[in-house]
Antibody, heavy 115, light 108 residues
């Protein structure tokens, strides 16, 4: 069955960077892109961007441009999302999802930004 | 950017009742690229509907989606106890692929 398994929770100081991984299994990794979505505590879902697992093309949310980088490693069927210059309002659960719309989701990674 | 507005914010219903959730877009959603998700506390969202009206794998047929253009609806024909949750719509036809703010379906 399709599974997306994300890396564990992180605590970061303001100004630091975080890199979240998302390991896929149960399907052909390069057949579907990976979307990244985050959810601040008690808030709704926010689309962060999407990466093609075929050619590495990316499409980022305007508000995160310049701070976010999405990459993939097809040899290990793993996608990565790096967010830099972290601020307190980046505190959220970060999800990866299969495809342009989220056919399957990872379990989420809590990133806490606090001094 | 396409803004999705969901209504109502909260829906208070009893098990067995029918739920009708609305998602209105600020401009036309291309090719009806509209999805619906269910999210329970502490869990990742679960895909219910894609392409406005196609049920995802394993989703019971009491869930149905309809609509096109700027107006979309998720209907739950008879609420089961496990259906109470927050529901989100998302358009994926144009970037950024925005979400609605969510509708909470709670037990009356």
């Amino acid at each position: 069955q399709v599974q997306l398994v994300q890396s564990g929770a992180e605590v970061k100081k303001p100004g630091a960077s975080v890199k979240v991984s998302c390991k896929a299994s149960g399907y052909t990794f390069t057949s579907y892109g990976i979307s990244w979505v985050r959810q601040a505590p008690g808030q709704g879902l926010e689309w962060m961007g999407w990466i093609s697992t075929n050619n590495g093309n990316t499409n980022y949310a305007q508000k995160l441009q310049g701070r976010v980088t999405m990459t993939t490693d097809t040899s290990t069927s793993t996608a990565y999302m790096e967010l830099r210059s972290l601020r307190s309002d980046d505190t959220a659960v970060y999800y990866c999802a299969r495809g342009l719309f989220g056919a399957n989701w990872g379990q989420g990674t809590l990133v806490t930004v606090s001094s | 950017e396409i803004v999705l507005t969901q209504s109502p914010g909260t829906l208070s219903l009893s098990p067995g009742e029918r739920a009708t959730l609305s998602c209105r877009a600020s401009q036309s959603v291309s090719s009806s690229y509209l999805a619906w998700y269910q999210q329970k506390p502490g869990q990742a969202p679960r895909l219910l509907i894609y392409g406005a009206s196609n049920r995802a794998t394993g989703i019971p047929d009491r869930f149905s989606g309809s609509g096109s253009g700027t107006d979309f609806t998720l209907t739950i024909s008879r609420l089961e106890p496990e259906d109470f949750a927050v529901f989100y719509c998302q358009q994926y036809g144009s970037s950024p692929r925005t979400f609605g703010q969510g509708t909470k379906v709670e037990i009356k």
